[in-house]
């Protein structure tokens, strides 16, 4: 993220906020939120931003004002509020609703220009819509990281998934060390003076207290630190591996093939989409994938092909803009999140009669 174009982008908005303190949704949008969503790389004369998403709810449908999409999927959702307006628990339960009933959407963010609030899926397989990060817009201007997590290159390559997970495993540990400080504290207590005995000149009770303080205020600085740090080198292609031979291939992340307690092949990759494919290209080549998914295009879901014999999706309708070409002229598509790329990944194995481990950055 660049921090000129941030710095700018504050500049702007804060100009604007200024002059219109009292914009209504309509002008906030396009004021305000449109621009910020073209800061985070989104092209949003394309198709990549879909104003007014339709959003079917079990008692009809609804509209949510933005989705960020990669080919034709939705994988972002971003629900505008006036700027004259508050943030309140209503916004964040309503952005909830819309994301709950796409289950490719496992990013959303709530605004009215001036606070920002990022929601993101559990990655515990409950599906559950929580609050990830919240910051207002003056707090761009010294972390412009903080937009790193939203960026379409983040959730492209994957990177996005790390950044939550890191933050969401820095939280629970805060939240637990805030919760229980004075247990914490005590144990710690108890091990300083097995260790130096009770006659020292200290009060290593308030010492023990001080250290957790301390630790809380860390494991806080680390978490606002996360993100910050450079994107992975270039992403560099990996071999398909000779038939049931276990690989000694480097990268991010690992794909295991197994057969039982056997392992019989192995990929890696820095870039998630190339590692799915070198997977899905094994199976198609040594095990039979395709006769096992025929007639294509394979649709798991409800409307777009996961595997074809093109790069489009069924009945030509909407061309793949972000797959991987297999072998024999097979098409992936790869417009998933981290979760949804392994959860494939382990049903073309089960199809295979196989088993699937990850490592690594997984």
């Known amino acids: 993220m660049d921090e000129g174009e941030v710095r700018e982008f504050v500049d702007q908005a804060q100009a604007t906020l200024e002059a219109s303190p009292q914009m209504d949704e309509e002008a906030t949008k396009f004021r305000l939120v449109i621009p910020f969503i073209e800061l985070l790389g989104w092209d949003s004369r394309s198709t990549e931003v879909e104003p007014e998403h339709t959003v079917r709810m079990a008692t009809g449908k609804t509209k949510v004002d933005f989705a960020l999409q990669l080919g034709d999927t939705p994988v972002v959702f971003v629900e505008a509020k006036p700027a004259r307006s508050s943030l309140d628990e209503d916004s964040i339960a309503q952005l909830r609703s819309y994301m709950r009933q796409e289950l490719e959407v496992d990013w959303g963010v709530v605004t009215n220009g001036k606070s920002f609030e990022v929601l993101t899926k559990g990655d515990d397989g409950r599906q559950e819509e929580i609050s990830l990060i919240q910051f207002e817009l003056s707090d761009l201007k010294e972390r412009p990281d903080l937009l790193e997590i939203l960026s ?29 400080k004075e247990q914490v ?17 200290l009060d290593t009770q308030a010492q023990a207290t001080e250290f957790v303080d301390g630790l809380i205020s860390a494991l806080e600085e680390q978490r606002r630190a996360i993100g910050t740090t450079s994107s992975p080198d270039e992403e560099r292609e990996v071999s398909t591996p000779d038939v049931e031979d ?3 291939t480097t990268g991010e992340y690992v794909i295991k093939i197994t057969n039982g307690d056997t392992a019989i092949a192995t990929f890696a990759d820095d870039n998630q989409s190339d590692a799915m494919a070198e997977a899905t290209n094994y199976f198609i080549e040594n095990h ?9 295009p394979y649709v798991p879901g409800r409307k777009n092909a996961l595997i074809n014999d093109q790069p489009v999706h069924p009945d030509g309708k ?7 070409e297999l072998t024999n002229g097979y098409y992936l598509f790869t417009s998933f999140n981290k979760r949804d790329k392994k959860r494939h990944v382990q049903r073309f194995a089960e199809k295979c009669g196989l088993e699937v481990e990850f490592e690594g950055g997984w």
């Open 246 to 248: 276990v690989q000694d």
């Open 288 to 296: 039979d994938l395709i006769s096992v998914l025929e007639p294509l």
């Open 318 to 324: 909407g061309e793949m803009r972000t797959h991987r």
């Open 185 to 201: 504290a005590s144990d710690l207590n108890e091990v300083l003076l097995e260790e130096i005995g009770p006659s020292v000149p």
């Open 152 to 180: 379409k290159e983040s959730i492209q390559s994957g990177k996005s998934d790390e950044i939550a997970t890191q933050i969401a495993q820095a939280g629970e540990a805060i939240l637990h060390l805030q919760q229980n």
